[in-house]
């Protein structure tokens, strides 16, 4: 008889959106003249850029003559995207990363799940409370945690790192070493981020203690002030213990098109067993490499014209997040985030818990948003409001919350 893996079980079922979606199919449905306006999207509404679609036409065209046609792609994905990155995303920044230490996938969310197959099931990992659910998930799913305890909603063998409003959302350095640290900056679901030289404190805490940083920058396009780090890889030694996942979903709309990647940098070894072979080794065994279609769109976003015209859909959302920000704080709300990042986390007024928030401002505004508590026991209280809508519902939902 076959056995299935036991540590599924383990997982909680993922009620949040789902939830989410059934209360507010409910409200639509005993209010069918009321519009709803959604703040609590996680995925772009902009269409693609027109350098991005112009460079899919033509390699699509490719694709259609036998002289031009490709057939699979590299696993690691192709040089002409490799190359266009290390030189934009990170030779222009000072960070000295190679083409060959740069691997094409579908995306972020796959790379933080697959990357745990290169390490053991005896590592530590730490992780922030709140979180984005796929590093704790993948982690439950591997073996690499004990069971949730429903006392305090965490995973047994997990060390959490709280994010809260008086560590500023940047988790303090562990009194106990963890094995693999989880970071993502700027933040969701908190939309705070974290210092260059803050991020230097962890970068030199893993090389003292021997740990690696799984560091997730899918948010980097948003950064708006100086003194915070695009990549990791701007901390001097952070090539030794930190491996960065990047995305093409947030900074130019690719959420649907699918394209990211991941850098595993030849120095970060251990032992003798070079990181960047693994990574190598998993993805040519387990994955046939990113479309080339997608990853001439991809190339297309380091052209001159396609950084202008995906710069203008950050602007776009920034300015949502900028409207969001003000009008909650004139309002007298207590909000964070939404400076570097397209997420706004706003403190529920009056002690209310994130979902009787949730209610309340489904009910009373018809605005939707996603409660705190759902990314994690430390996001209680809490409630993310997010940039990626249109400017007129943003700017009517946030009119409607400033009325309550
Ligand atoms: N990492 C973080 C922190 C995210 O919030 C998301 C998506 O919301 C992802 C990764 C997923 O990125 P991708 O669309 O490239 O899979």
Redesign the pocket.
Known sequence: MFQINENYVKLQGSYLFSTIASKVAAYAAANPRREILRLGI??VTLPLAPAVIKAMHDAVDEMARQETFRGYAPEHGYDFLREAISRVDYRSRGADVDPDEIFI????????GNIGDIFGLQNRIAVCDPV?P?YLDTNVMGGRTGCMNPADGRYEGVIYLPCTEENGFVPQLPEEAPDIIYL?FP???TGMTIQKAELQKWVDYALEHGSVIIY?A??EAYIREDGIAHTIYECAGAKKCAIE??????NAG??GT???FTVVPRELRCGDISLNDLWERRQSTKFNGAPYIVQRAGEAVYSEEGRRQTKEQVDYYMRNAACILDGLKSAGYTVYGGVNAPYIWMKTPGNMTSWEFFDHLLEEAAVVGTPGSGFGPAGEHFFRLTAFGSYENTKAAVERICKL
């Open positions: 996680g995925d996938s579908d995306g972020a969310k796959s790379d933080s984005y796929v993502c933040n969701n679901p997730d899918a948010y996942l990047r995305s093409f979903s947030k690719f959420t699918r394209l990211g």
